[in-house]
């Protein structure tokens, strides 16, 4: 039997369909998610509705976003889900979750079986709109939940990890193997919980600078951060600031980078750095 074939619905590759097949799984995903009635649960690629059936018949409405036309038609069909949906047929990546924040009178829980080849630029495009989310709950490449949960002085932290944690609390939730999806992906997968924080605990003046920050830091990791922010700071600002010049890029703590987000905020580089 073709492997990729689940309820009669070809996987397509190119939008990372691997689908949940397996009950336990299904089931404490679902537990973990806990919907409530009056909730304003949004899926995210719901598929063919491994998730959204049991979220959805825990709710009177739900809302669901899903790019395949072709589930998308199966999805407004379906007998019992159908009539509790707002279906979106578009891409994740455009949608204005502080909009459907403002339609719903409420923050929203998020959730999904992430596509793996869009996971990480959607997670940025939702730290967007923290503000409007209550909780997200996705499935991920366990690797990138790795990175996520990740802390200073560990070859998992990174920049996924800086920016994740300066919005979210993280939490890993499962482990789910390869076997628990048709198709099974190659790599192993998590389930994780993200809860933006209701104060920042570091807020930057200026997000673009964290972000420029941590890219140039973490793009030459191996480094000293006296080599690899030398362009932004000299060694005596770093000491300055408590930063070892010395240390690397792994080392530098969540806070340290806001930190030095802020500083340069206020003392921007001169141009001949
Ligand atoms: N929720 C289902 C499950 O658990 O079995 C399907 C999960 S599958 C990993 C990812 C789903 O996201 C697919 O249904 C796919 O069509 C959909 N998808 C892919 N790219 C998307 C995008 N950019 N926006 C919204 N949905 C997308």
């Known amino acids: 039997m073709n492997n990729r074939v689940h309820q009669g619905h070809l996987a397509r590759k190119r939008f990372g369909q691997n689908f949940l097949n397996d009950p336990y799984i299904i089931d404490s995903i679902v537990s973990a998610i806990n919907p409530q009635k009056g909730e304003a649960l949004v899926e995210i690629g719901p598929g063919l509705a491994a998730l959204t059936e049991p979220v959805g018949e825990r709710l009177d409405k739900l809302t669901v976003i899903e790019l395949d036309r072709d589930l998308a038609a199966r999805l407004k069909t379906h007998p019992f889900l159908g009539p509790k949906l707002t279906l979106?047929?578009?891409?994740?990546?455009?949608?204005?979750f502080g909009e459907l924040s403002r339609l719903?009178?409420?923050?929203?829980?998020?959730?999904?079986?992430?596509?793996?080849?869009?996971?990480?630029?959607?997670?940025?495009?939702?730290?967007?709109?923290?503000q409007a989310i209550k909780d997200m709950h996705f499935m991920l490449q366990k690797e990138v939940v790795n990175r996520l949960v990740a802390g200073p002085d560990s070859k998992a932290y990174g920049r996924l990890s800086v920016m994740?944690?300066?919005?979210?609390?993280?939490?890993?939730?499962?482990?789910?193997?390869?076997?628990?999806?048709?198709?099974?992906?190659?790599?192993?997968?998590?389930?994780?919980?993200?809860?933006?924080?209701?104060?920042?605990?570091?807020?930057?003046?200026?997000?673009?600078?964290?972000?420029?920050?941590?890219?140039?830091a973490f793009n030459q990791r191996r480094k000293t951060i006296r080599?690899?922010?030398?362009?932004?700071?000299?060694?005596?600002t770093l000491t300055a600031l408590e930063l070892d010049p010395t240390l690397r890029a792994e080392n530098v703590s969540v806070a340290q980078y806001c930190q030095l987000a802020?500083?340069?905020a206020e003392n921007p580089p001169s141009k001949e750095n």
């Open 262 to 264: 802020n500083y340069l």
């Open 88 to 96: 979106y047929q578009q891409d994740a990546m455009t949608v204005d």
């Open 164 to 216: 994740a944690q300066y919005y979210c609390q993280i939490i890993p939730v499962l482990e789910v193997p390869p076997g628990s999806f048709t198709p099974p992906p190659k790599v192993d997968s998590a389930v994780v919980r993200l809860v933006p924080h209701a104060a920042l605990p570091h807020p930057v003046k200026d997000l673009r600078i964290l972000s420029r920050l941590t890219t140039e």
């Open 227 to 236: 080599n690899s922010l030398g362009n932004l700071f000299n060694p005596e």
């Open 104 to 130: 719903e009178g409420q923050p929203l829980r998020v959730f999904g079986n992430l596509p793996y080849n869009i996971s990480t630029p959607l997670m940025f495009h939702l730290f967007s709109y923290t």
